[in-house]
């Protein structure tokens, strides 16, 4: 059992940045794969960053790559995106989700066992 909780959206002009957070509570993330996704009005999911346990690999999807990045302080029981660069077309609400173990697939929204409850940003031209 885990709770997850973002935070850090809010209002930035393009070409700006901010940093998410996802804090952790329940349990410890240290053997989770974490994931960062999106979701704008009238679109499906869309996957953005994910992490392995200790932060050895990562992974980004193809509108994010060159200017966001995903990392983790598992001491904190905390994972963070950074976001830079960033364009109108970013906005959307970005949730934080976790995967406790077994086969996984990144992108997928499907094998992500715990969802916070999101955090809005809007990117305004």
């Known amino acids: 059992q885990i709770h997850l909780v973002e935070s850090g959206g809010g209002l930035v002009q393009a070409g700006g940045s901010l940093r998410l957070s996802c804090a952790a509570s329940?349990?410890?993330?240290?053997?989770?794969?974490m994931g960062w996704f999106r979701q704008a009005p009238g679109k499906e999911r869309e996957f953005v960053a994910a992490?392995?346990?200790?932060?050895?690999?990562?992974y980004y999807g193809d509108s994010v790559k060159g200017r966001f990045s995903i990392s983790r302080d598992n001491a904190k029981n905390t994972v963070y995106l950074q976001m830079n660069s960033l364009k109108p077309e970013d906005t959307a609400v970005y949730y934080c989700?976790?995967?406790?173990?077994?086969?996984?697939?990144?992108?997928?929204?499907?094998?992500?066992?715990?969802w916070g409850q999101g955090t809005q940003v809007t990117v305004s031209s």
């Open positions: 989700a976790a995967d406790n173990g077994g086969a996984w697939y990144a992108p997928r929204v499907s094998e992500y066992d715990y």
């Open positions: 329940g349990r410890a993330l240290g053997a989770d794969n």
């Open positions: 992490i392995t346990p200790t932060g050895m690999i990562t």
